[in-house]
Each structure stands twice: as structure tokens, then as C-alpha cells.
């Protein structure tokens, strides 16, 4: 089956292989979660839209993102002492969309204060782990993100934004 005009495959079709569009195209059909992930470097805020994020241990509270190495924001993150992984919830698409791109101020249009270790905390997020960098890790083409979990907050009322397939998407109940 050909693939549709927005380049995603057709319904029903089975593909395999180990080229780079097959392998981009299988790990997009894992819905994952939309998180914006921030810091405050000498004075400057930087983000990040980041979906490659996972909890790694309770004890300690440790969490970890990965950032493209090449990201204009790649060194702010991985070097300043503390970050915020704000988990979005969905009305924050557009800041999903805001800190995705290389253009302008990506903090222009999202409402944001200081956490309590500094990092920048959007408001109305689902949840926000605070984190002190615990460790860098070499990823390929990214850096592992490793932090400590210093302070954790959140709103059960809220619903999350998902990525799927390339596309935002909502939880649907039945």
C-alpha cells in the first residue's frame, strides 16, 4: 500500500526493515508524552521540547531525558546544575510547538516562574519534576540527561498531550 499524502503509511500496512524512515516511522507508533524541558543559565532560560523521557529509579528519585546534541539548547541543559522536566498537559500545544523550533524566544507567548532550584516551571503543566543534574551520558547523536528528583508536583485535573504517528493527539474515554 502506498503511504498517504501526509507521508504516514497507510492503514493496514505491515513494513520491516533497518533503514532510518522505518525505524522513525516504528518508534512513532509509541505514544509518548510531550515534555518541555528547561533550565536557567547565567541568568538566561533555556528549553526544549523533549518526548525521549522515562522514570530510571525511586531510590534515588532519579529521571532522564535525551537531548539531540546538535539542539541549540543542547549545552545550556546538559550543563547547568539543576533542570525542570514540564510534562504538558492539553492546552499547551503550542508551547510544545514554541520550544520544538530554532526561531526567536522560545519563552515569548508561555507563562513561566522560577522553581524552587531555579529552573524555569511553565505554568499549568500537568506535572513538573525539579532535578539537580545527577549525570551526562553519551547517546549516539544525544546526550542522556540523568536528574535527581528534588521536587515533584502536579494536577490530577489536567489530561496530558500525546505524540503519536507524528501528530499530537488526546485520551479518548469511553
Aim: net charge negative; proline share 6%.
Amino acid at each position: 500500500m502506498a503511504d498517504q499524502p501526509d507521508g504516514q503509511p497507510s492503514k493496514g500496512e505491515y513494513r520491516s526493515g533497518h533503514d532510518p524512515r522505518t525505524l522513525r516511522d516504528a518508534l512513532g507508533c509509541f505514544a509518548t508524552g510531550v515534555t518541555v524541558v528547561t533550565c536557567l543559565l547565567e541568568g538566561e532560560p533555556s528549553g526544549l521540547t523533549v518526548n525521549s523521557f522515562t522514570s530510571v529509579s525511586l531510590e534515588p528519585p532519579l529521571l532522564l531525558v535525551c537531548v539531540h546534541k546538535k539542539a541549540a539548547t543542547a549545552a545550556a541543559l546538559t550543563t547547568a546544575p539543576c533542570f525542570a522536566i514540564n510534562v504538558l498537559q492539553t492546552g499547551q500545544q503550542p508551547a510544545s510547538i514554541s520550544f520544538s523550533t530554532r526561531a526567536g524566544d522560545r519563552f515569548e507567548g508561555t507563562p513561566w516562574s522560577c522553581g524552587e532550584g531555579g529552573a524555569p516551571i511553565l505554568k499549568d503543566s500537568l506535572c513538573v519534576f525539579e532535578c539537580e543534574r545527577y549525570a551526562v551520558y553519551d547517546g549516539g547523536d544525544h546526550h542522556i540527561l540523568v536528574g535527581q528528583v528534588v521536587q515533584a508536583s502536579f494536577d490530577a485535573s489536567l489530561d496530558p498531550l500525546l505524540f503519536f504517528r507524528g501528530k499530537y493527539r488526546r485520551l479518548h474515554f469511553d
